[in-house]
Every structure is written in structure tokens, then in C-alpha cells.
């Protein structure tokens, strides 16, 4: 059970193929225009169809934590759970995996009884995003609470976020800590996934070190100063060669050794990449310290200030101010980077982690074992 966000879909594909492989069948439920073009051909799925508002690009703060509950998650649950009830009775699945943003799901384990788990495809809620925001973090709790009493089992006291018989978590401790909640967290770290094929000049890449910027689709309007601050920086650094995410086509006249694309086959650039710039997202972070190319970031609302803090105090990368940052702070961030082998060791330590943790096969037999 999946919600309408491309983040929140691409790590479990990765597990899904390798249950698929193991003999087991799996059935997903969302939105099925967004998993049309995400899951592999022939996937079944379950349309349940969830209608998302758009956040003005300025919200953030507090503002976008309570756009994101009030607005998306709480709405987003109840519109959710009658489809999700009915792909549950026409399937009869043995286990339910739950994104910790499709609420629907928990509240569905709870009212079928289900063995369930947590797919947790960012770390920022094991970390405690909220720790230093208690009102926040009880406003929250009360908004969790008020679901579970109306629409899933009153008598059950654990976090509708958590599991709790398995949270999955895309991460190791070695970026995100240790977990801070009571629920049994399995870091299994990033799920590698096969790049979508998207067309690309790969003629036009040589042995210059390679700078990849992106601060996400969702972002195509609000990046669009940091993105020319990047295009500027990098215009002066004919020394590398940069590829350039840009959704909203809002870049133009750049010099060749920067290459602008609306779409990219993201996992491949980042295969040849040395630094990346980003919006602290957490999947491009976490295929980013998958390959050991370390990172500056830049984040922009949500979780994405926790993950920065995660990359920093793992001494992965470094973090500008999104809002602030200009050319000359954005070109010396990379050049830092580039020039210091400290914040690629680090990288390195983290890849290293990420490869012992087990990746989608580690997450398919934790599943496993709850059937």
C-alpha cells in the first residue's frame, strides 16, 4: 500500500521483484496512473484512487508540516482506506506492507487482523524529526490518535507510523542513527532499483569529474533560483562537467560542459558521478552514498532538513541554506567537497554499510518471516 508520491514507491519495487522471483505474488494498491509508469510490466494492481492538493512552493516551517498532515496525510488516509479494504478482501494477501505514509493500510491491518509492516523510505520519523518541537509532535500524535479511534482498532496503542511487527527502514545507523522509536526497526538500507529508460547523450560525458544536480521534480518551481545559482557556479568551473535536472525547462544558454535535461535515467548518471548537489531528498541521498559519491545539500521542507543533518554529522557532505544560497557558496560547497577526501571516506563508510545490510534481498526474508 502505497500513497501517490514517486519517493515513497521506488525503494519497494526493488523487494517487490525479489519476492516476485522467489515464488511469491504481490499486489500493490495506489494510484494507478503514478504505478503505471513506476512497477514493471505486467504488475497487479489495485486502483485506489487518492486525490493529493498542491502545496504552494513557499510553505515551509511549521506551515508545511501542517499542509502535509492536515491537508495530505489525515485526507489521504480516509480516502485511501475503502479501496484498500476491498484490494485486501479480493487478494487475501498472508501480509501487508505499509508505507508509513499510506496511514490506510495501518488502519487496514488493524480492522482485518493482518500481519503487517512498515515501509519506512525515509528515516526522518526513526530520528524524531520533532524531538525539539514538542507541541508539534503532540499535535501530531493527537491527529494519529483520532484516526486510529475512528477508523481503525481503538484498543491498539502503537504509532499507526510503526509497526508493530516490522518497520523496514531504506537506511543504516551509519547515516541515520540510531532509531529512536520502540517499534522493531530492520535497517536494510537502500533498495537498488533499475534505472527507468530514459534517452540521454552519454556521447557527451568524458573524464572530467562529474557534478549531478537535482532538487527533485516536486521542486521544479521553488529550485528554480537555487538551479541557476548551480548553472552560474558551475559555468566558471570548465575544469568539470555537470548534468543539470531541470523539470520546469527554465534553463537555457548554458555552456557545453553542462548538460540540462528534463529527465535523466537518475541510478546511471549517479554511477558516474563525483559530487552530487540535491535537495537532501532522501533517495537521491541514499543512491548517492550507495555508489560513495559524497554530497552537498540543500534542503528545502519536510523531512529533507533531518536527512541533512544526517549526511553532515556523518561527515558525507556539506549543507547550504536553500533559500540563501548564491553561485559563489554553491561553487565553493563543491569544490570543498571534491578537494577534501574526508567527506568521500565517509561516503565510502556508508556504502559499505549499505552493502552489508542486504538491500531489497534482506527486506524480502524479513517479509518472509512474517508470513
Known amino acids: 500500500m502505497v500513497p ?3 519517493g515513497h514507491v521506488n525503494p519497494m519495487v526493488a523487494v517487490a521483484v525479489e519476492l516476485a522471483a522467489r515464488g511469491h505474488q504481490v499486489a500493490w494498491a495506489g494510484d494507478p496512473v503514478l504505478l503505471a509508469r513506476l512497477l514493471p510490466a505486467g504488475s497487479k494492481v489495485f486502483p485506489v ?4 492538493p498542491e502545496r504552494p512552493a513557499d510553505v515551509r516551517g511549521f506551515a ?6 492536515d491537508r495530505t496525510l489525515i485526507p489521504l488516509a480516509q480516502a485511501m482506506l475503502p479501496g ?6 479480493l487478494w487475501e494477501p498472508s501480509v501487508l506492507v505499509v508505507d508509513q505514509q499510506a496511514l490506510a493500510g495501518a488502519l487496514a491491518a488493524h480492522r482485518t487482523g493482518l500481519p503487517w509492516a512498515t515501509s519506512a523510505t525515509t528515516s526522518s520519523e526513526i530520528a524524531d524529526p520533532l524531538a525539539a518541537m514538542p507541541a508539534v509532535r503532540q499535535w501530531v500524535s493527537g491527529l494519529l490518535t483520532d484516526l486510529r479511534l475512528r477508523f481503525g482498532d481503538p484498543m491498539a496503542t502503537h504509532d499507526l507510523r510503526f509497526s508493530p511487527h516490522l518497520v523496514l527502514a531504506f537506511t543504516t545507523s551509519a547515516l541515520a542513527g540510531e532509531p529512536v522509536v520502540t517499534a522493531p526497526v530492520r535497517f536494510v538500507g537502500p533498495a537498488r532499483r533499475t534505472a527507468l529508460p530514459v534517452e540521454f547523450p552519454w556521447e557527451r560525458l568524458d573524464e572530467r569529474p562529474l557534478v549531478f544536480v537535482s532538487v527533485g521534480t516536486l521542486n521544479a518551481d521553488s529550485g528554480a533560483g537555487f538551479l541557476a545559482g548551480c548553472v552560474t557556479a558551475l559555468r566558471d568551473r570548465p575544469d568539470l562537467q555537470a548534468v543539470v535536472v531541470d523539470p520546469g525547462g527554465i534553463l537555457d544558454g548554458v555552456p557545453d560542459h553542462i548538460l540540462v535535461r528534463r529527465e535523466v535515467p537518475q541510478t546511471d548518471v549517479l554511477d558516474r558521478a563525483a559530487v552530487v548537489v540535491c535537495h537532501a531528498g532522501h533517495n537521491t541521498v541514499c543512491e548517492a552514498l550507495d555508489r560513495a559519491v559524497p554530497l552537498v545539500v540543500a534542503p528545502i521542507r519536510d523531512d529533507q532538513p533531518v536527512i541533512a543533518d544526517q549526511v553532515v554529522r556523518a561527515g558525507a557532505g556539506v549543507r547550504l541554506r536553500f533559500a540563501h544560497a548564491r553561485a559563489a557558496q554553491i561553487g565553493q560547497a563543491i569544490d570543498n567537497v571534491l578537494a577534501d577526501d574526508s567527506y568521500r571516506a565517509a ?5 559499505e554499510s549499505f552493502a552489508h545490510a542486504g538491500g531489497a534481498t534482506a527486506a524480502a526474508t524479513s517479509l518472509e518471516a512474517l508470513g
Do not use: G, N, Y
Open 49 to 52: 484512487w487518492s486525490p493529493v
Open 64 to 69: 508545511a508540516w501542517r499542509f502535509l498532515w
Open 84 to 89: 484498500v479494504l476491498e484490494a485486501i478482501e
Open 347 to 351: 561516503a565510502k563508510r556508508i556504502q
Open 4 to 6: 501517490p508520491f514517486t
